[in-house]
């Protein structure tokens, strides 16, 4: 038997997370977005969307949603079965984006209560940006779900439960992405504190980049992370599963770990820049606008030269 009061707290989450994706949304210039949007035009104009091989072949079928133009319906797919199902070309799959936020227990902290938690920072930049990409005329889902990328206000209510309902996973790789079948040129934004050596991260996107799929990696660190500002004797304990690590002088390992989270954050820079993608460090003491407005230029600057 479902739980109301757990269902309506959920769909209180998913609103508040909304909200505040909106609000961040609502605070870039509308001329920034109506300008991208006539520019997106221009370039699909000039390279064109009607060429044989990529950009007319047949990517899936996915299930017909309101809105959804009838001519657009595949009867011979829809008469197997009590569904009725829609054609999706590959240049319409090329027009989605999939957001990942990584669910490991470390994102789940913040160094003090004044500040969000890492998660919490990810959940407000996923949302936002996709509500400024959804009134672009994309496509958006989250990597891991299974759910097709959709557009519209529905997609946006379906993001934001999913999104809000996020929790700490404790499993053996939750901090990597999942290896989903994505289409030639959708693009992947993965937003995580990548604290992990990068080697792992780098051979799941390979297969990513195997598919001609382009993309963006923000890491997001508190302020803490990026300073130790501590002193003296202090325990750490591990978010997951690593053993309590005793200091009696933080400040004597302090070069040691700047050194090791400067060459962290380079090797993820310079992997992401010899394959294409982007690469970019949010500060959750920091407002989240600027992020926001520099992801949707990257991502759009995507978009153009896929095209």
Do not use: C
């Not at 319906?73 to 990584?102: C, H, M, N, T």
């Not at 959708?186 to 598919?211: M, N, T």
């Amino acid at each position: 038997m479902s739980n109301p009061s757990a269902h309506r707290h959920q769909s209180r989450a998913a609103l508040s997370l909304r909200q505040r994706g909106e609000q961040a949304a609502a605070r870039l210039p509308a001329l920034l977005l109506s300008a991208e949007r006539v520019a997106n035009t221009v370039a699909q104009g000039v390279h064109g969307r009607r060429r044989v091989g990529q950009g007319e072949t047949f990517w899936q079928f996915r299930q017909y949603e309101a809105g959804d133009p009838l001519q657009r319906i595949d009867w011979r797919q829809s008469a197997k079965g009590d569904r009725v199902f829609v054609r999706e070309l590959e240049w319409e799959a090329a027009q989605s984006a999939w957001v990942w936020l990584d669910p490991s227990p470390s994102m789940n902290w913040a160094s003090s209560e004044a500040l969000p938690n890492k998660i919490d920072r990810g959940r407000i930049l996923a949302m936002a940006l996709s509500i400024l990409m959804v009134r672009a005329g994309e496509r958006v889902a989250l990597l891991g779900s299974d759910q097709p990328p959709r557009s519209g206000r529905g997609a946006l209510a379906s993001l934001a439960s999913r999104l809000s309902s996020i929790e700490a996973d404790e499993k053996e790789g939750a901090e990597l992405p999942p290896l989903r079948h994505l289409p030639r040129n959708a693009q992947l934004l993965l937003i995580s504190d990548f604290l992990e050596e990068p080697a792992a991260l780098e051979q799941r996107l390979r297969h990513f980049l195997a598919a001609g799929v382009r993309g963006h990696l923000l890491q997001v660190l508190d302020p803490a992370e990026l300073s130790l500002p501590y002193h003296g004797r202090l325990r750490f304990d591990g978010l997951e599963g690593e053993e309590s690590w005793l200091l009696s002088r933080v400040e004597s390992v302090r070069g040691d770990y700047l050194e090791r989270l400067n060459r962290l954050r380079a090797a993820l820079a310079d992997f992401a820049a010899s394959v294409g993608w982007g690469y970019s460090l949010h500060v959750t003491e920091r407002p989240a606008e600027p992020t926001l407005l520099a992801l949707h230029q990257a991502l759009a600057s995507n978009r153009v030269e896929a095209r």
